[in-house]
């Protein structure tokens, strides 16, 4: 059963930069597509960034695109999202999944979410 466990969330000013980590247990973190959720109070969760197996191939919501990084290491078995410039709709529990076909709202596994909140 691969476990995700979500570090790096805090409260930050607009403007600010934080970069999320998450770490994952499995031998076989290369064969994941990992990605990155958030969810708002009161909102559904929502797609934030997805990245390939071999980290190639970043993928991003509107929302973020040209402010948000998602990166992957795999020897290290870890997933970044590296948030510049962020703003209070930011403000959201952020989560990593991983699958091994495809990232939406029905991946396999998921962490338990760090809150990342941003103030005005």
């Known amino acids: 059963q691969l476990q995700l466990v979500e570090s790096g969330g805090g409260l930050v000013q607009a403007g600010d930069s934080l970069q999320l980590s998450c770490t994952a247990s499995?031998?076989?973190?290369?064969?994941?597509?990992m990605g990155w959720y958030r969810q708002a109070p009161g909102k559904e969760r929502d797609f934030v960034a997805t990245?390939?197996?071999?980290?190639?191939?970043?993928y991003y919501s509107d929302d973020v695109k040209g402010r948000f990084t998602i990166s992957r290491d795999n020897a290290k078995n870890m997933l970044y999202l590296q948030m510049d410039n962020l703003a209070p709709e930011d403000t959201a529990v952020y989560y990593c999944a991983a699958d091994l076909l495809e990232i939406n709202q029905n991946s396999k596994f998921w962490g338990q979410g760090t809150q990342v909140t941003v103030s005005s």
């Open positions: 990245i390939s197996r071999n980290g190639g191939i970043p």
């Open positions: 499995t031998d076989t973190f290369g064969a994941y597509l």
